[in-house]
């Protein structure tokens, strides 16, 4: 069973970086994916960068594409998101996620549905 930890959120000014992490501390199994999503009050949940674990395929929301990079290291089981050019509209709570689903794939890996594994979150606050 996955236990996610995720660590790294603060407050920061607008252009500035912040990096996430995500330990996964549970038992071996299968992931098919991990993924970073996040929620701003008063707003649904929303994928922001996945990976798909079984081939190396990445997946961006496009309001983050070209400023965040997803990665893993594999055996640590630990996933990242470096996070460039925040913006205030990037303030929320970040969530890792990981999916012991095998349909958990293709252009499903940033669909929150398809995990079955949630962290705490970590608050990521950009001022303007």
């Known amino acids: 069973q996955a236990q996610l930890v995720e660590s790294g959120g603060g407050s920061v000014q607008a252009g500035g970086s912040l990096t996430l992490s995500c330990q996964d501390s549970?038992?071996?199994?299968?992931?098919?994916?991990r993924g970073w999503f996040r929620q701003a009050p008063g707003k649904q949940r929303e994928g922001v960068a996945s990976?798909?674990?079984?081939?190396?395929?990445?997946l961006y929301a496009d309001s983050v594409k070209g400023r965040f990079t997803i990665s893993r290291e594999t055996g640590k089981k630990t996933l990242s998101l470096q996070m460039n050019g925040l913006k205030p509209e990037d303030t929320a709570m970040y969530y890792c996620?990981?999916?012991?689903?095998?349909?958990?794939?293709?252009?499903?890996?940033?669909?929150?549905?398809?995990?079955?594994?949630w962290g705490q979150g970590t608050q990521v606050i950009v001022s303007s």
């Open positions: 549970g038992s071996t199994y299968v992931v098919y994916c």
């Open positions: 990976i798909y674990t079984l081939g190396g395929t990445t």
């Open positions: 996620a990981a999916s012991t689903r095998s349909d958990c794939r293709g252009g499903f890996i940033l669909s929150g549905d398809k995990y079955n594994y």
